[in-house]
Structures are given as structure tokens and as C-alpha cells.
């Protein structure tokens, strides 16, 4: 069985790395990997603060190519991937994953890889590495709890979703990339993993517990689309 997470940037480095979160995080994969011995871990990871934080720079400093400020998001999501990959070695002896249409067959527990090259986010090479691995759904994991009908930040009246179709989903994201863009799921990735049948389960990062019934086949607190 082939679980494939989208890591978002956001629970690995918000702003630096969220040290606490890494080590329990890492030990709930390992007790699901101790559980199962056929079960195997796809992660991709974003970019998180480091990718903001450089992405605003290039811009401050008068830069306004959008492919620049991607390569600049995908660099950061290289760091958070290296990361992630030593800090689960034990499982995970095969380098990170730069480009998913080039994977290698799966000869470890864990597979770890990052965005690779600008026009989406790392969302997408989470779908073509389920498409690639035959897993029929990825889980995004980030800092919101549920995809709301409205920026719930912005506007009081905005009202969570439990399920959505893709259809009314990609007319709430639109159909462009932008880097930075501040999305539930990439529009780009979206298309594709509507266009090929793969669910798509949003959550919260942070809340393990949750996450753990998620992986259990569990009732779980998040929206799914698809």
C-alpha cells in the first residue's frame, strides 16, 4: 500500500523548521511502518517560510519574473525535502526526488520529493507520483483544517466543506499558477488530478491525532475533493 502526502511548507517550516512537529510526525509514520510491513510512504515537500522569505526578497530587489521566483520557491522545497529525507534515513536510503516523472521503482519504506520546476507547486508532483505509484489519492496536509467556501480569515460568514467535485473546487482555485499563490491544492495539479480520477483529501498538518485516524481509514476532520 502506497500512501502519497503533499507536505506543505507551512507545518514543516512556517517561518523556521517546527522541530517539535518533525519529531512527532516522524514518530507516527514510524509506528504505521512497524504496523504494516507492506506499507510504503510517498512525501513531498513545499516550501514554506524559506520560500516567502526569498520569494519577497528576489521581488524587493526588482525582480518580476514569475519562472525566477518559482525556481526560487522549488530551491526552498529542496531543503525542506533533504530534511524530511535524513530525518527518516533509516527508511529512506534513495535520494530526493527532483523530477517524479523520472522515479525510480520504490526500494525503500520511504520515498521522499521535492517541487521541480516552475509553473506549479509541489502539489503537482504529488499527483504524478501517485499517478506514477498507483495510489488513488493524495493527502494535503497543511495549515488549514478544511476547505471553506470563502477565506474564513477574511470573511466571517465563510463555511467549511466536507466534500467537494472537482468541478466546483477548480472554479473556486481558478486555472492559473502563480508562485506564492495562497491555494487549498494547485490549480495546475488540480486539473491533472481531476483530469485522471485521483481523490484528493485536505487536513491539518499539526493535528496528528486527526491524521492518524486519516491513515486508519477513520472518521477524520478535513474536506475531500474528487
Known amino acids: ?6 507536505l506543505g511548507g507551512s507545518i514543516v517550516a512556517p517561518d523556521t523548521v517546527d522541530t517539535a512537529f518533525l519529531k512527532d510526525f516522524t514518530a507516527l509514520i514510524r509506528r504505521f511502518l512497524e504496523e ?23 521581488r524587493a530587489a526588482g525582480g518580476r519574473s514569475n519562472d525566477e521566483a518559482d525556481w526560487i520557491g522549488v530551491m526552498a522545497t529542496r531543503l525542506n525535502a ?23 521503482p520504490l526500494s525503500d519504506r520511504v520515498l521522499v520529493a521535492s517541487g521541480w520546476k516552475p509553473g ?27 476547505v471553506y467556501t470563502d477565506d474564513p480569515r477574511k470573511n466571517p460568514d ?10 466546483d473546487f477548480r472554479a ?19 486539473r491533472h488530478a481531476a483530469k485522471i480520477g485521483i481523490k484528493v483529501i485536505c487536513a491539518a498538518g499539526k493535528n496528528l491525532p486527526n491524521l492518524e485516524r486519516l491513515l486508519h481509514g477513520e ?5 475531500v475533493i474528487g
Open 158 to 167: 465563510a463555511k467549511p466543506i466536507d466534500r467537494i467535485s472537482w468541478t
Open 219 to 223: 472518521e477524520f476532520l478535513g474536506t
Open 36 to 58: 504494516d510491513e507492506k506499507r510504503r510512504f510517498i512525501f513531498v515537500t513545499g516550501g514554506g517560510g524559506p520560500a516567502r522569505v526569498w520569494q519577497q526578497a528576489y
Open 120 to 146: 506549479f507547486s509541489s502539489d503537482y508532483d504529488a499527483v504524478l507520483l501517485a499517478e506514477r505509484f498507483q495510489a488513488d489519492t493524495v493527502i494535503n496536509l497543511s495549515n488549514i483544517e478544511q
Open 172 to 190: 473556486m482555485v481558478g486555472e492559473e499558477w502563480i508562485p506564492g499563490k495562497n491555494v487549498p491544492f494547485d490549480p495546475v495539479a488540480s
Open 82 to 104: 533533504q530534511l524530511i529525507r535524513a530525518v527518516m534515513a533509516e527508511w529512506c536510503g534513495q535520494p530526493v526526488v527532483t523530477d517524479p516523472t523520472q522515479a525510480g
Open 1 to 6: 500500500m502506497v500512501t502519497v502526502i503533499s
